[in-house]
T-cell receptor, first 115, second 111 residues
């Protein structure tokens, strides 16, 4: 285990469903990230939270809604998704954000399929 | 031009061979560089950081060329277990930080 735990590992949902992805880190890190990985594409940064404050939002559609209740937990709330949103969603954490951003530790990912 | 570019491969080499691949970056403000490894259907994991003076970790050697804006990864005496996708990661920070991943280079080692 890397110290970053994601649940669920697999999720199948319809376009009208509402679901959430959860990420928890046990590393004492201050920054947490959501990435999207689609086939044959580089990792796309979606959101960054530093000390529970959102510091990065990379033009992500509003059907993806992040939540960071504390520095150890990060959620990605999903609603009215499209089939093209099917991908591997990776959570990561690092010691700091900004000039201190350094090594990322990833969770195992949540593989999402939208029907 | 992409901020971080990698040859997607695949590189298909025999066990025991030496293989090298490069990664180019476009932003001269880039500060930190890393190689990550991603196995099929798994998460990326840090392989090694890349230092200005170059660094070695067993069979793996990483180099940074700031003048030409590229980093490289050399794998000697390749093993079957080295088969994976290798991701180049560039971090730069000025007024804001950005961590940019390359699209990865697929490496396949054959017996």
């Amino acid at each position: 285990e890397t110290g970053v735990t994601q649940t669920p590992r697999h999720l199948v949902m319809g376009m009208t469903n509402k679901k959430s992805l959860k990420c928890e880190q046990h590393l004492g890190h201050n920054a947490m990230y959501w990435y999207k990985q689609s086939a044959k594409k580089p990792l796309e940064l979606m959101f960054v939270y530093s000390l529970e404050e959102r510091v990065e939002n990379n033009s992500v559609p509003s059907r993806f809604s992040p939540e960071c209740p504390n520095s150890s937990h990060l959620f990605l709330h999903l609603h009215t998704l499209q089939p093209e949103d099917s991908a591997l969603y990776l959570c990561a954490s690092s010691q700091e954000w900004g000039a201190g951003a350094n090594v990322l530790t990833f969770g195992a990912g949540s593989r999402l399929t939208v029907l | 031009r992409k901020e971080v570019e990698q040859d997607p491969g695949p590189f298909n080499v025999p066990e025991g061979a030496t293989v090298a691949f490069n990664c180019t970056y476009s932003n001269s403000a880039s500060q930190s560089f890393f190689w990550y490894r991603q196995d099929c259907r798994k998460e990326p994991k840090l392989l090694m950081s890349v230092y200005s003076s170059g660094n070695e970790d067993g069979r793996f050697t990483a180099q940074l060329n700031r003048a030409s804006q590229y980093i490289s990864l050399l794998i000697r005496d390749s093993k079957l277990s080295d088969s994976a996708t290798y991701l180049c990661v560039v971090l730069f920070y000025s007024s804001a930080s950005k961590i940019i991943f390359g699209s990865g280079t697929r490496l396949s080692i054959r017996p």
